[in-house]
């Protein structure tokens, strides 16, 4: 089924549904650059795992009111095991990526991180068995090769913070892949309520050995952090749903634009020729795989 051009009229205007997709996805970047920002802001006062739970347990209570509508009915599974499995390659990547963004600059974790997709198709080759050509081999290369770009091993002090967020990238792509197999037989609340059953007390055992309760402002924060993180899940879901994913990707790009704003405004963080370099390099190879895999689905 074609998707209809136009999804929605206010006002007697009709809006494209691509372009309602676009302006979703460009909310999305920005509420999660937010997010990132608020993360690094903490992790000067807070430590990067306890702002995990936090970020778990506020995402728990946004969900709260879906049992109390659906009862245990979406807890149903005979897939515990792979759940938990997610759970804690979920929680595993938090814990990365909160470390990272405490320790490096938010335009490099941002850059890094583009780097998942290109994991996602590794993982994708070893244990789903998917094909791979010679077109996203080179990809790939072009890709890991931003990321070494960025990380420069060997070139001086390595920053230990986009090490970090690298690895956080492998945990992202090995949850796509997880999500991917759990999607085949589950439901996408059931995948999103054990998601959150695993991660919250599994954050939680991890912030316990750098626990400090937070003051009413830190707390102020970690609910806007919540909020965020929920605003821009919601809105890169609603993009998805409007639009055809190669029609909203080329804006994640905009993730580093926003973070090297918030970086400069509020850290005075400038990021280096490097960084931009790897990170289009990283972005645009992504960006080539995921157009080449909705081809070979269409075809």
Sequence with gaps: MRRPLISSEAGGLKVPSTIRGMGYMLVSTLAFAALHGCIRYLASEMHPFEIAFFRFLFGFLVLAPVFLRHGL???????????????????????????????????????????????????????????????????????????????????????????????????????????????RTESSLTITLYQALFTTPLTFVAALFYWQTPTLEQLAWLVLMGTLGSLAHFTLAQAC???????ILPLDYTKLVWAMVLGYLVFTEIPDLWTWLGGSLIFGSSLYIAYREKQARDA
């Design 73 to 183: 009915a979406p807890l149903r599974t005979r897939r515990l095991g792979l759940h938990a499995l997610r759970g804690g390659v979920q929680t595993t990547q938090a814990l990365l990526s909160f470390l990272a963004l405490g320790l490096a600059p938010l335009a490099k974790v941002a850059a890094v991180q583009f780097s998942a997709p290109l994991f996602v198709a590794v993982a994708a080759l070893l244990f789903l068995g998917e094909a791979i050509r010679a077109q996203r081999i080179a990809a790939l290369l072009i890709g890991f090769a931003g990321t070494w770009i960025i990380i420069r091993p060997g070139m001086g002090e390595v920053d230990t913070g986009a090490v970090v967020a690298l690895f956080g990238s492998v945990a992202i792509a090995l949850t796509m892949i997880l999500v991917k197999v759990l999607a």
């Design 241 to 247: 749903k409007e639009a055809d994913v190669t029609a």
